[in-house]
């Protein structure tokens, strides 16, 4: 038993670093590393096997899954997500740990992943073993059920079509806002210069062109050729377009680089709660920026982990976990809470606020925009 529990560890362990070696391999720095972890996780789930099949209150994994997840006292998932989150998950995930555990007698194991959305919808999609994934648009969760790791229906199976979290773009500014920066309409002077992730490799930075490409189309008509106009000024005045949002962040805050910084409200809210006072401006012309979860059935089914990546799905819609996403500055999903004094003085209220429904669809949206040769590949190369 003894042998049993340390090879567990061991496991966890392997599984954890496992995901980021993965996206070590993606950033195509140490593929060596990878291929270590591979084969010690190999030998780590022989011996998992070989133990449990000396102990017969431990069932055998099915269909490859990893023998941890279907043992009768632990199960494991790993959740996939993007950067922004994981201070929610991180206070969300033990409250359902501990339920769970009073519930069902077993204890729940985590391994996270996090980083941009669109690396890690690829990552996935590659065979980073994901049961859950929280993204940053549902866009990324389409691309995963074109592959069948995610069923077609996947919205209809976590509360609210699958928005777990939402929230708007801002623009964060230099302290005392030296710049006089106002509105999106400023990210065109040429005195301006500002960050934001890539489009292609962070759902977020697909979410921050969308936000000027729709200021662009309020201000100016709905005119398509005016909006184009704007968004490509915008861009060539960017001082760095990083890989991810976090990074973004980083570059601006902590690296000094630019003038504004385009990014999610409840990221800054979160920096400002750690002490960072950054100043930032809530544009009245916004999107509604909804980021969803789903259960990776094709994976779920082969761990033996729909039942526990099911709950868990349904408990981030909570009062009890979205209470943590309210606490580090998401919006609430709910008409009521939103409508609490404290959220209320929290969260400015927006003039005009345009949901991704309004675009058409993210299908629509991608391919006009995001995919190899559209709009913003022709921005980028003028």
């Known amino acids: 038993m003894q042998l049993r ?11 954890a670093g496992v995901a980021q070696a993965y996206q070590t391999v993606l950033g195509r720095r140490s593929v060596r590393n990878f291929v270590a972890l591979f084969f010690l996780g190999a030998t780590l789930s022989v011996a998992i096997v070989a133990c449990g099949n000396n102990n017969a209150s431990t069932s055998t994994a099915p269909g490859g899954a990893s023998p941890v997840a279907s043992t009768g006292r632990t199960a ?18 033990p409250k359902f740990v501990e339920q769970w555990r009073q519930e069902k007698g077993q204890t729940v194991i985590f391994v996270q992943s996090y980083g941009g959305s669109g ?9 980073l073993d994901a049961d859950i994934t929280h993204l940053a648009l549902s866009a990324d969760i389409e691309k995963l059920a074109k592959t069948g790791l995610v069923s077609q229906d996947w919205a209809t199976k976590v509360p609210n079509g699958g ?7 801002v623009i964060v500014v230099r302290p005392g806002n030296p710049k006089n920066i106002k509105s999106f309409a400023d990210l065109v002077r040429s005195d301006v210069k500002w960050v934001t992730a890539d489009p292609k490799t962070s759902g977020g930075a697909r979410w921050n062109f969308i936000a000027l490409w729709d200021y662009a189309l309020k201000t100016n008509g709905n005119d398509e050729a005016k909006a184009r106009e704007f968004v490509t000024q915008a861009y060539k005045n960017i001082a760095v377009l990083s890989k991810d949002a976090r990074e973004s962040m980083d570059a601006f805050s902590k690296q000094g680089q630019g003038d504004a910084l385009i990014n999610y409200e409840n990221e800054v809210i979160l920096a400002n709660q750690k002490g960072e006072n950054l100043d930032y ?5 916004n999107v509604s920026i ?6 990776v059935d094709k994976n779920v089914d082969r761990h033996g982990t729909r039942e526990v990546a099911e709950a868990f799905a349904k408990f981030l819609f909570t009062p009890e976990a979205q209470a943590e996403f309210i606490k580090l500055g998401y919006r ?14 929290k ?15 993210w299908d629509e949206v991608e391919q006009k925009f995001f995919e190899d040769g559209a709009i913003f590949d022709q921005i980028r190369g003028a």
């Open 5 to 15: 529990q340390n090879i567990e560890r061991q496991w966890i362990g392997f599984r």
């Open 76 to 93: 494991e998932l790993t959740l996939v997500a993007y950067a922004i989150p994981k201070a929610a998950h991180d206070a969300i995930i």
């Open 119 to 127: 690396s890690q919808t690829r990552a996935v999609i590659d065979g």
């Open 163 to 169: 928005t777990v979290a939402k929230t708007v773009a």
């Open 281 to 285: 401006i809530v544009p009245d012309i």
């Open 290 to 295: 909804d980021t969803p979860v789903a259960i």
């Open 332 to 345: 609430p999903l709910d008409e009521a809470t939103a409508n609490q004094k404290e959220n209320v003085d």
């Open 347 to 361: 969260y400015p209220p927006i003039k005009t606020l345009t949901t991704i429904k309004d675009f058409g669809g």
